[in-house]
């Protein structure tokens, strides 16, 4: 149905939905991304769910190489159900696709970092290939941003003039190490201003203690 959207492992739904998107690009896009594979994953557990992600990737993967797409990712929010399934699923282990996208940035919690980085482990992913999404967690608006003091991270002093927007934009190429960080605007002066972030210098020290606090916090949360 048209303007529906649906979440699907199944290869053949998979080889169909790329052949249509290609039919209406009038050309085969540079990547596709499976869109949040854990939909599925919940709901199969771990074993079958293995098998599911392998036949998915072997389709899509299949695609890359006959020319329906230039290559193939897969994109997540909640990276731990394609953990275990990967996990389960002994030496049968899935084509390894060019591109990951996860969430990234200073409001991703230490769990979610962790696990975002072990999946590109388990998949062969290395940073060229890795995505973040979602860095600002919705948008820039609520009012929790104005609290935040993330220039800190940049180096010291702060550089002046840079809001706390292209801070956190420009950061979360470094929680976890991403390659490209995707956004979506339709100010384009909005966009200027992030692609103008994107070339700030950070500070590694201060970034890496700064994920060493999240995780000490969480350990204490999970001690309590």
């Not at 690009?25 to 079958?48: C, I, K, M, S, Y």
Request: charged share 20%; with cysteine; glycine share 8%.
């Amino acid at each position: 149905m048209a303007g529906r959207r649906e979440h699907s492992l199944d290869p053949a739904r998979l080889r169909a939905a790329l052949e249509t998107s290609a039919d209406k690009l009038g050309r085969a896009p540079d990547v596709v991304f499976l869109h949040n594979p854990e939909r599925t994953l919940r709901a199969a557990g771990p074993e079958h769910g293995h098998d599911l992600f392998l036949a998915a990737a072997e389709a899509l993967a299949d695609a890359a190489r006959s020319g329906l797409c230039g290559a193939w990712g897969v994109s997540t929010w909640d990276a731990q159900p394609l953990i275990d399934a990967l996990c389960a699923g002994g030496t049968a282990a899935p084509p390894r696709p060019g591109h990951l996208m996860h969430r990234a940035g200073v409001l991703v919690g230490p769990d979610a970092l962790a696990a975002a980085e072990t999946l590109a482990r388990l998949l062969g992913v290395d940073v060229g290939g890795r995505w973040a999404m979602s860095p600002f967690n919705g948008d820039t608006r609520q009012s929790f941003w104005e609290d935040l003091r993330v220039t800190a991270l940049l180096g010291d002093p702060p550089p002046a003039g840079v809001s706390t927007a292209q801070a956190a934009f420009r950061l979360a190429y470094e929680l976890p190490p991403v390659t490209r960080v995707a956004v979506s605007t339709n100010d384009p002066a909005h966009l200027a201003e992030l692609a103008g972030a994107a070339r700030l210098d950070v500070d590694h020290a201060r970034v890496q203690r700064y994920r060493t606090l999240l995780e000490n916090r969480q350990r204490l949360v999970d001690a309590s």
